[in-house]
């Protein structure tokens, strides 16, 4: 028989708290103990989850304030607003064996940086706290980590469509990001109206998106000095980002170099798809799933790079599963097989 991994979801109310903890229900292992919320605290779970309206998982489980936070956990994730972790991380570091962090603190150890982007970030971690920034597909698990902050949603879908291109040094010149997010990506307390984002496209953030700086470290994988420009625009629908990145590519490059760099990257992730020539990554087919589509399309020395994915699954809950299932040594796959098709039309 499996062990049960227990678990605790901080910040279980929101968009993403809410996915994470449908997506574990669904895990053959792990089993969530604890759900936080400030504003649902003594109310049922399943009663205020959507998903749950048809079928119960865990009926009598209720959410729980924060300070009733008491017992030990094999593992945390806390899908916290940016800057409450910082204040209760010493407490909360010591009812886990590990933590996984779906907010922006901790992305950064650079102090200029949190000051821009994560103000209340700034300062020195609790001591003993060991924290590792984790891409599935790209990083190495460190096992001294007590934290593992997980990318942005905009920032790993841009940097699955561009991660090949720049690591083979393929690009000459500067690159430029177009990315796309549904309403979902705003979280709960969002101000805009339906009235306002309906049948409407403008522009989210022109400079200075947080996502940004987590985009800009692909300038250190590249062999030339390189550039990128990346602006975020708000779509009219609820889930999904699309990104549309433009690029120069040096002189000798051909489309099937290209294609080899990213065919070479991809052929053994269980979630990111290299698409064939000609296949155009789609919103329609990622989102409700963990997957990820990537193409290119390159003519003479230009090359477009897409990425379709579901911005509260893999660019957040499902990210977080999938990161817990490495750490953990089960299947990088384990609780998420079941997200595997998207409804189609």
Partial sequence: MNKIITAAILGGSGFVGSELYRILSMHPQIEVRFL??????????????????????????????????????????????????????SRISKH??????????????????????YPATSGSLPEG??????????????????????????????IYALYPLVRN???????????????SGAGKSTSETHAERSNNFRMHKAFNHRHAPEIAKLKYLALDELEITFASFSLDTPRGIYISAYSTLKNDCTENEVRKAYFSHYQETSFVHYLKSGQIPMLKTVCGTNHVEVATFVHANKCISLCSLDNLIKGAAGQAVQAANIYLGLEAVSGLVQLNEAGWP
């Fill in 36 to 89: 936080s919320s400030e504003s649902q605290k003594g109310l049922f779970v399943e009663r205020q989850h959507k998903s749950f309206r048809f079928h119960n998982h865990n009926s009598a489980l209720k959410f729980s304030s924060l300070s009733q936070l008491e017992e030990h956990y094999d593992i945390i994730f806390s899908c916290l607003p940016n800057g409450r972790l910082p204040e209760i991380v």
């Fill in 96 to 117: 886990c064996t590990r933590l996984f962090n779906l907010s922006g603190d901790y992305r950064f150890q650079e102090e200029n940086i949190n000051k821009v982007f």
């Fill in 129 to 158: 706290i060991v924290t590792q920034y984790f891409i599935p597909e790209f990083t190495e698990v460190e096992h001294s980590a007590n934290i593992i902050n997980l990318p942005g949603c905009m920032a790993v879908a841009a």
């Fill in 169 to 183: 040094g393929l690009v000459a010149g500067d690159i430029v990001i177009d990315a796309k997010t549904g309403s």
